[in-house]
């Protein structure tokens, strides 16, 4: 269909946020610049776009706006919009940790009187984050913003971005609330009053069956916001794991190296050479962007076409698997012959184990012992050691990414599925939500490219260097599996067949 025919046809999702004021926790964030880019592009008619931001010493909130826009990221809307777009992009000074979110009453009162929408996206992701830091800021946080949105008086929505990954004792999550592990009024006052120390004996406890605190909080906050359903307009959205941008505005862009981009990049360095892993498994994956715009047409479809539907499910596994094998298998391929990277400690190489016996193994030989040997090299050199404490991160990582990739989670999206049905031409175009075109080479290849020149900051013209470097590794890798063979094949000849023959001559 032509550029000329979609005109044809109305975008009732730009239309909706016409002229709206929406509050944003979390803009700082990997979905919440896509949010806000997206916003600001395809909904250019938003009144206002508030951020919270927390107050730094260093930098007035101001200037932290600036260099959100500095990013590439914003590019392309600036040259569609102009520089003047970025002005509908405001600070509030606050903080979803503190008391009353740390907005002072001016800003307060100024938020009740103006804002029509919230997008709560604050959180933190970090698996391993301490149980307090965790509970503050996904469960109480959570808590105080709602308390701010029952004091908006315009409000249209209050829209919270959960994870699909909050209720891991559900093999297949349907699009309904689910009870709590915990009371999350009481672990709020709980964490409140203990001790740091007292606190951190009994995390295990509190956690019980629940793997870490991520999973666990992000299950409170939800909770929270359920008990607000008769007292306000609620939105629950379940993205699943988010990854870098597929398609708009720039291919395979991201800010952190977080899921299999992270996988990509440890294996190219070399770094990452035995995983515990099931090869056939697949987890839940969704492109940032595809997860904005289903957050944008979900948010617009539970408020105009079915105002009975109030949690949603983003996710893709229904429609799109990709084994973790494929990832590595494309992965290797687009490192060793498209984007290599620099400073390869070895030449990409391992494999997935089923043995969680001969992964550690294989992590105490190709793992730790070499990095053992290259940070005694460095010490002797007078360089500081790197390689231990990169390996204790990746043991670190293991340890979470195990959990998830030897279970496995279905996720049912009915009603997802129904808002993305009732899009027109136009609107499939312009919010793009479902998979259908995607490649994965090309995209995971994409995804490479761009840690490589925005997280690793590896300029293009360093390639040819990169893939020189990469023919070296590969022959001195090939040499040591070599010599590797014919020191094994000594070793029998000289314990094993030079006796027996011996004993035959």
């Known amino acids: 269909m032509t550029e000329t025919n979609l005109e044809e046809f109305p975008d009732r999702v730009a239309e909706w946020y016409k002229d709206k004021t929406i509050l944003i926790t979390g803009g700082t964030g990997f979905m919440g610049k896509v949010l806000i880019e997206k916003l600001l592009r395809s909904c250019g008619d938003v009144k206002k776009i508030i951020l919270l931001v927390r107050s730094k010493k260093a930098k007035h909130p101001k200037d932290r ?5 500095a990013n590439p990221l914003f590019d392309q809307v600036k040259e569609m919009k102009g520089e ?60 105080f913003m709602l308390e701010l949105a029952k004091e908006c008086k315009h409000l249209k929505c209050f829209i919270h971005v959960s994870t ?16 709590p592990p915990a009371d999350p009024h009481k672990v709020i006052k709980t964490i409140e009053w203990l001790q740091d120390d007292v606190l951190e004996s009994i995390t295990p406890k509190i956690l019980g069956d629940i793997p870490n605190t991520y999973a666990f909080t992000k299950a409170l906050g939800e909770a929270l916001v359920v008990e607000q359903k008769e007292h306000l307009p609620v939105l629950i959205l379940r993205p699943s794991v988010v990854i870098p941008i597929w398609k708009e505005p720039i291919p395979g862009w991201t800010d952190n190296i977080n899921g299999p ?77 498209r984007i290599p990277l620099n400073g390869v400690a070895w030449y990409p190489g391992g494999s997935m184990k089923r043995s969680k016996i001969v992964h550690l193994i294989c992590f105490f030989f190709f793992h730790l ?38 279970n496995q989670w279905d996720f049912d999206n009915v009603e997802s599925l129904k808002a993305r049905d009732q899009l027109n031409p136009r609107e499939r175009e312009i919010y793009k939500c479902d998979g259908d075109g995607i490649n994965y080479h090309d995209y995971f290849t994409d995804c490479v490219h761009a840690a490589r020149l925005y997280i690793l900051k590896e300029t293009d013209d360093t390639l040819p260097a990169a893939r020189r470097h990469m023919k070296v590794m590969w022959v001195l890798d090939k040499f ?11 070793y029998l000849y000289q314990r094993v067949f030079s006796p027996i023959l011996k004993s035959l001559y």
Not at 385 to 405: D, H, T
């Open 65 to 69: 706006i600036k260099d959100i826009f």
């Open 84 to 143: 003047e777009i970025i002005k509908k992009v405001v600070p509030v000074v606050g903080d979803v940790m503190l008391p009353n979110l740390g907005i002072q009453k001016e800003d307060r009162e100024m938020l009740a009187n103006e804002v029509d929408l919230i997008f709560h996206c604050a959180a933190t992701i970090r698996f391993d984050e301490c149980l307090k830091t965790a509970v503050l800021l996904n469960a109480r946080g959570t808590k």
């Open 164 to 179: 699909a990954y909050c209720h891991l004792n559900e093999r297949i999550l349907y699009e309904k609330p689910y009870p």
């Open 261 to 337: 981009t992270g996988l990509l990049i440890g294996a190219g360095k070399g770094v990452i050479r035995t995983m515990y892993c099931q090869q056939d498994s697949y987890a839940d994956y969704l492109p940032v962007d595809i997860a904005v715009n289903a957050t944008l047409i979900s948010t617009w479809y539970s408020n105009t076409l079915n105002k009975d539907k109030w949690i949603y499910n983003l996710t893709s596994s229904a429609e799109y698997k990709v084994t973790m094998e494929e990832i590595i298998t494309i992965g290797r391929n687009i490192i060793e012959t």
């Open 369 to 406: 012992v070499p990095a053992v040997l290259v940070d005694i090299l460095l010490t002797i050199l007078g360089y500081k050691p790197v390689l231990c404490r990169v390996q204790k991160r990746i043991w670190k990582g293991f340890e979470v990414f195990e959990y998830y990739a030897n």
């Open 480 to 490: 040591c599996k070599g010599l590797f063979i014919a020191a094994v094949l000594y």
